[in-house]
């Protein structure tokens, strides 16, 4: 089945700075590429999502670039702020595979001040 | 429009008693999924149903875990003869039919503790 990786399991920056997120995942049939943002004690809560037949795409300060050849894709915030302060998960679903995810392990971010 | 319901929110069960977690989808939503999430680790896909059937269970323990989704009525997840590595947190999600890039709305999770 899906194995996803994430990379790295924690990440601080200074506020205003970028931070990126790296994932790999093992199915070449995977063809749909979501990114959740999970605050302590809430739900996962859907940030920004890819799929397989495009290569980039952006929502305001938040953007996902996906590489099908070598299997890998990164979320990238921009001008971070402390309220992006959460845990980042990739997920990856495969097609025919049903309609479940796989997801990283996370990324605990941290903006400070 | 409510989103996905989840209860308990927290529930507290002593080794070897049932829990049952329920969960309603959002409205319009006929398909749920749920999903444990270990302390400081990721989801991990369990089950994926749609009204009165299994779809895929692949991820479900096969003994002590059902679930099931009634004609009427909340999905339940239920873990019989609970023991502490199933403390955990239940997150439910719903979507709106089986298209390959449907967006999966979370619940707000059931956390639960086996004493």
């Known amino acids: 089945g899906e194995n996803v990786e994430q990379h790295p399991s924690t990440l601080s920056v200074q506020e205003g700075d970028s931070a990126v997120i790296k994932c790999t995942y093992s199915d070449s049939a995977s063809n749909y590429f979501p990114w959740y943002k999970q605050e302590l004690g809430k739900r996962p809560q859907l940030i920004i999502d890819?799929?397989?037949?495009?290569g980039e795409k952006k929502d305001q300060r938040i953007a996902v670039t996906l590489n099908k050849t070598a299997k890998h894709f990164s979320l990238h915030i921009t001008e971070t702020q402390p309220e992006d302060s959460a845990v980042y998960f990739c997920?990856?679903?495969?097609?025919?595979?049903?309609?479940?995810?796989?997801f990283g392990t996370g990324t605990q971010l941290k903006v400070e001040l | 429009n409510a989103g996905v319901m989840q209860n308990p929110r927290h529930l507290v069960r002593r080794r070897g008693q049932e829990a049952r977690l329920r969960c309603s989808p959002m409205?319009?939503?006929?398909?749920v999924y749920w999903y444990r999430q270990l302390p400081e680790e990721g989801l991990k896909f369990m089950v994926y149903l749609q009204k009165e059937n299994i779809i895929d269970e692949s991820g479900m323990p096969k003994e002590r875990f059902s679930a099931e989704f009634p004609k009427e009525g909340p999905s339940i997840l239920r873990i019989q003869q609970v023991v502490r590595g199933d403390s955990a947190a239940y997150f439910c999600?719903?979507?709106?039919?089986?298209?390959?890039?449907?967006?999966?709305?979370f619940g707000p999770g059931t956390r639960l503790t086996v004493l």
């Open positions: 997920a990856a679903r495969v097609t025919g595979g049903g309609n479940k995810l796989t």
């Open positions: 999600a719903s979507s709106p039919s089986q298209g390959q890039y449907n967006e999966q709305f």
């Open positions: 409205k319009g939503h006929s398909h």
């Open positions: 890819i799929r397989s037949n495009v």
